[in-house]
């Protein structure tokens, strides 16, 4: 009936029914009483014996149909003392009593993601095996923020400890200032895909424009003098690439390409002159720039407690950023010339046919593209670097932002969440228990790119999407025009 499964009503019916139990009734308030201190319970007159029972009872029903016949995988810990039941929220000491809620949604976790990938599978044409890779990826994602499950910070109806809910705002915090960066790049490749053109020199132009905005920074103590000299740097790097690829009808993997050997050995050339120029050896941005980069504090907002913190407490750069994605969107989805820009990715001999300056719009997209991944940069040199020049200030991080279109699926507005997820991905490290798991910190560097890598593997199964890019065109003389 409506296409819903009968299992799964029941599933959702006994998961209500459970937490309705635990949360609402005296009985299962007793044993949560009892699972969190026996002492308490014996000191309020409670039955401990038939509360523990009833946990007990319901725990090892639990870890029965969990683990399978015959406890396969050695379990008969009834202290709380096995390590995979306490992960999954059996533990008394961890999770009260039997947490129903997060431990039911856990299944119910896993029965959404194979259902899902079913459906991914059918609707992408990918292979069970492709689908199995994904369910896999997300599962590994998860128990990677085991963080959020040790605080228990979804499932649990009790108020999270203030250090504990520190630690995870911190994270989140962390997670949209490492991911400023994909979100200027990304947008910008996606102006420039828009129009037909993949242009890989994105970390090229970033470093360019990282280069040009701290130096500029530095001599003139102006932080709107050195963002708008990034935004030209990077624009003026972006013309090399249209002009050859344009107009020229350049390769454009190949001067994209070159552009990015181009860009980032010309800010370290600049960069090692301008160190040897200085005093001490080192070059910082003055004061006056620092101060004017700081978090911007709105009356009000930015003392709301939580979220405060979370939404109304950072940089001028990722407000910007924030702002440059939507009016990106806006711009490419709801206006004729943005229609236009498509319609040119598409096909650019019809938008020809159809009275649509196809060349001028290709460079204005272009330019556009390298003035927001210029300031993209600046963000790398001057607030990731802690306003210290630093040899390859970008590090690769243009790279991803390429990737990031796939994942955004060519969506300004979709990109300022996924550039907040691997900037998660970049910051995961340090928030990690060390104490959980021995997980070399090379492995916390490394995943930003092997995500990367993943999308551009599944997206190359995907061989409709983005078949317009990279398309050659030029009008040759009125009425004619040579392309492939």
């Known amino acids: ?15 209500v029914v459970i937490a309705v139990y635990l949360n609402r009734s005296k009985q299962g308030y007793e044993i949560s009483v009892v699972g969190e201190s026996q002492e308490t319970a014996r000191y309020a007159g409670m039955n401990v014996k038939s509360g523990s029972a009833d946990d007990v009872s319901v725990r090892r029903c639990l870890r029965h149909r969990r683990h399978g016949a015959g406890d396969r995988f050695g379990c008969h810990a ?42 991914v599978q059918s609707s992408f044409g990918l292979s069970s095996d492709c689908a199995d890779v994904l369910q896999g990826i997300i599962l590994f994602f998860i128990l990677g923020c085991e963080l959020f499950i040790r605080y228990q910070f979804v499932f649990r109806g009790k108020e999270v400890h203030a250090h504990e809910q520190r630690i995870v705002i911190k994270f989140l915090v962390a997670a949209v200032l490492a991911g400023t960066p994909f979100l200027f790049g990304t947008v910008g490749e996606i102006l420039s895909e828009k129009v037909g053109h993949l242009n890989l020199g994105v970390e090229g132009m970033m470093s360019i424009g990282a280069c040009a905005g701290f130096m500029v920074g530095y001599q003139t103590d102006n932080f709107v003098a050195a963002l708008l000299a990034a935004a030209v740097a990077g624009m003026l790097s972006a013309l090399i690439y249209g002009v050859l690829t344009v107009t020229f ?16 050995g010309l800010a370290n050339f600049i960069g090692v002159f301008m160190l040897e120029k200085s005093e001490n050896g080192t070059l910082k941005l003055p004061d006056a720039v620092t101060a004017q980069m700081r978090n911007i504090h709105i009356p009000g907002l930015s003392d709301m407690p ?38 040119i990715g598409e096909n650019p001999g019809a938008a020809d046919a ?15 593209s390298g003035a927001i991944c210029g300031i993209g940069g600046a963000y790398c040199s001057m607030i990731i670097n802690g306003g210290v020049w630093l040899r390859d200030s970008v590090g690769g991080l243009g790279w991803i932002s390429v990737a990031l279109v796939i994942f955004a699926a060519w969506k300004p507005i979709n990109v300022i969440y996924g550039s907040f997820i691997f900037g998660a991905l970049r910051v995961l490290k340090y928030y990690v228990p060390k104490n959980t798991y021995a997980i070399p910190t090379a492995f916390f560097d490394a995943l930003p790119f092997i995500i990367t890598a993943l999308v551009l593997v599944i997206a190359s199964m995907r061989k409709n999407k983005g078949a317009h890019i990279r398309r050659i065109w030029a009008r040759l003389f009125p009425g004619g025009t040579v392309g492939k």
Not at 82 to 100: F, K, L, N, P, Q
Not at 255 to 261: A, R, S
Not at 355 to 367: F, Q
Request: hydrophobic residues 50%.
């Open 354 to 368: 159809a009275g649509i300056e196809v060349t001028k719009w290709r460079y204005i997209n272009i330019l556009l």
């Open 78 to 119: 009834d202290d709380g003392s096995c390590r995979r039941c306490r992960i999954y929220g059996d533990h008394r000491g961890m999770a009260g009593t039997v947490e129903s809620a997060g431990d039911s949604a856990g299944y119910l976790l896993f029965s959404v993601l194979e259902k899902g990938s079913s459906v």
């Open 306 to 343: 939580v979220v405060g913190e979370l939404l109304f407490s950072y940089n001028p750069f990722v407000y910007l950023g924030i702002i440059i994605a939507i009016v990106a969107s806006f711009y490419l989805y709801k206006t004729q010339v943005g229609l236009n820009v498509q319609a």
């Open 1 to 15: 009936m409506f296409g819903i499964q009968f299992g799964w009503v029941i599933a959702l019916i006994l998961v």
């Open 249 to 264: 009808m350049a390769n454009q993997n190949v001067t994209g390409l070159t552009l990015t050997i181009f860009g980032v």
